[in-house]
């Protein structure tokens, strides 16, 4: 990942796993914007999602992580942007599929579903696998990303 700028969102129901994900991020010196939520109260996914899709949009970032229960609901909301390439992971392989054939900029983690070494597994094939371009290049021009 040339650009260093990375964001990072969550729900209620990510934040536990979003706190541990700064720690390594930071230890990358990783010039991270941290778009909240900032507690365990609840709150509402989409509003989160749009905030990343806002931050891709206006190029404040190149790429975020996405922390919801299941990683899904805060994916969709992102996605709604042609800007966003949200893919929910749950492994390393998935991440690094996820780069490799879908150029993801967006990775989208269910801190309710993986543990935490997993969710490190994503982060650190999301942040280092290139995308592979080719045919792959075609298919990713088709879903008409911004
Ligand atoms: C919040 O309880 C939960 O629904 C949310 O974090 C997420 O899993 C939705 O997709």
Do not use: W
Request: hydrophobic share 40%.
């Amino acid at each position: 990942m040339s650009n260093t700028a990375i964001a990072i969102a969550c729900d209620h129901g990510g934040f536990d796993l979003k706190q541990q994900l700064l720690g390594l991020l930071e230890s990358k010196g990783l010039d991270i914007l941290d778009l909240g939520t900032n507690s365990r109260d609840s709150v509402d996914y989409p509003e989160f999602g749009a905030a990343m899709a806002n931050a891709i949009e206006q190029n404040k970032v190149s790429r975020g992580i996405l922390i919801c229960g299941s990683g899904i609901g805060i994916s969709i909301a992102a996605n709604r942007s042609p800007a966003v390439r949200a893919a929910v992971c749950h492994s390393g392989l998935s991440a690094r599929l996820a780069r490799q054939h879908n150029d993801a900029n967006v990775l989208s983690l269910g801190a309710r579903l993986i543990g935490v070494e997993t969710a490190f597994d994503c982060v650190e094939e999301f942040l280092t696998t290139e995308f592979e371009g080719g045919r792959h290049q075609r298919r990713v021009d088709k879903l008409g990303s911004s």
